[in-house]
């Protein structure tokens, strides 16, 4: 069956933004950014639009346990919505429409199929799907007992990783929290660290499928959650380990994350400590609005931001070894829960093959 019998396809779109009345309401507004993670739902947006924003634009609400798809750009990234939502027009809601088939098992199905969709990309700028797409996708589907038992299985191991999920935001609240609360007494970041920028690998050296001759390839776009890029391991690129922390000085500047473990890409770099105990102070103190705001202010390019001039001019507040010892122990712990996570999810997609293929 024709997938785009089965569901409807609804638009987004974005309220004028020269109208300050349309923004900063009380309906969240989803755009990419928001759900480029490992969380199975979205539960809060950068954005927001009012009333009048909703009204007078081509956007369009969500609900709960609908899905949103990623249609330009970054094309496939999938989430499912916790509370009403609006959003962009570089995605597409999905409701299903026939009762034989159920929202969770279709959202697990099309994270199973998502390369059916990648394969139909268009465009000469971004990648593209549009609406016809869907109209060139098969669907088969189980009994509703059947996807109900999918989806409890699979989604027991979702629950797990949104649970530790949670506790790794809160934990990186609590440092920047603890962070901010020192004394405003700045040092120059450099006498602390050294810098590892990363390098390109061509698109052509690229693979989908994980095996012992490659690795991932984390991209700026991936510091938020590894995605199934691989390059091979004999490829010249400096690689991280779970422990270090990746930022990015191209694009989305001062994104930064850690627990990440592959080859990475030029417009990230690797913040490498001069003492060894130093990773988690280090961590949020690039978080920190002081250093977020010195990479945006040494900042240049108009089609892709660069920020890597900023290096030399970035702080970090004088710290006991008392205050080291408890950012240490906290990032320790959080990194502890992400590789519980990158187990989780391995796991997750042995189940999506077996039930899907």
Not at 216 to 229: A, E, P, S, Y
């Amino acid at each position: 069956m024709k997938l785009s019998n089965c569901i409807e396809i609804i638009s987004g779109g974005t309220p004028s933004t020269s109208k300050s009345n349309f923004w900063d309401g009380d309906i969240p507004w989803i755009s990419i950014k928001d759900f480029n993670n490992s969380f199975k739902y979205i539960y809060k947006t950068e954005k927001s639009i009012t009333k009048q924003g909703l009204e007078k634009s081509s956007t369009n609400m969500l609900y709960k346990n609908d899905i949103i798809i990623s249609a330009r750009g970054t094309v496939g990234c999938l989430a499912q919505i916790y509370y009403p939502m609006a959003f962009n027009q570089s995605c597409y809601g999905i409701r299903t429409i026939n009762k034989d088939l159920m929202q969770n098992y279709l959202y697990y199905w099309l994270i199973a199929n998502i390369d059916k969709f990648k394969k139909q990309t268009h465009g000469a700028v971004f990648d593209t799907i549009t609406k016809n797409t869907f109209n060139n996708i098969e669907i088969n589907y189980p009994s509703l007992v059947m996807q109900q038992h999918i989806v409890d299985i699979i989604g027991s191991l979702d629950d797990k990783i949104e649970s530790n999920n949670k506790i790794i935001e809160k934990i990186d609240k609590l440092g920047l929290s603890k962070y901010k609360k020192q004394k405003n007494d700045f040092i120059d970041f450099n006498d602390f660290a050294n810098f590892e920028k990363g390098k390109e690998a061509s698109s052509q050296n690229y693979m989908s499928k994980k095996n012992n001759e490659n690795i991932n390839f984390i991209r700026v776009k991936d510091l938020n959650c590894l995605t199934d890029t691989y390059i091979s391991k004999t490829l010249d690129i400096p690689v991280a380990k779970p422990n270090d922390v990746l930022i990015s000085f191209d694009g989305a500047i001062g994104r930064i994350n850690y627990g990440l473990m592959g080859a990475y890409s030029s417009g990230i770099y690797k913040v490498i400590p001069k003492f060894t105990n130093d990773y988690g102070i280090l961590y949020w103190s690039l978080k920190d609005n002081t250093n977020q705001q010195i990479m945006l202010e040494h900042t240049n390019g108009t089609t892709i931001l660069h920020g890597s001039k900023s290096i030399k001019y970035l702080k970090i507040k004088k710290h006991l070894q008392d205050d080291t010892d408890y950012f240490n122990k906290i990032f320790d712990y959080s990194l502890n829960i992400k590789s519980e996570n990158i187990k989780l999810c391995e796991l997750k997609k042995l189940y999506l093959k077996k039930f899907f293929g």
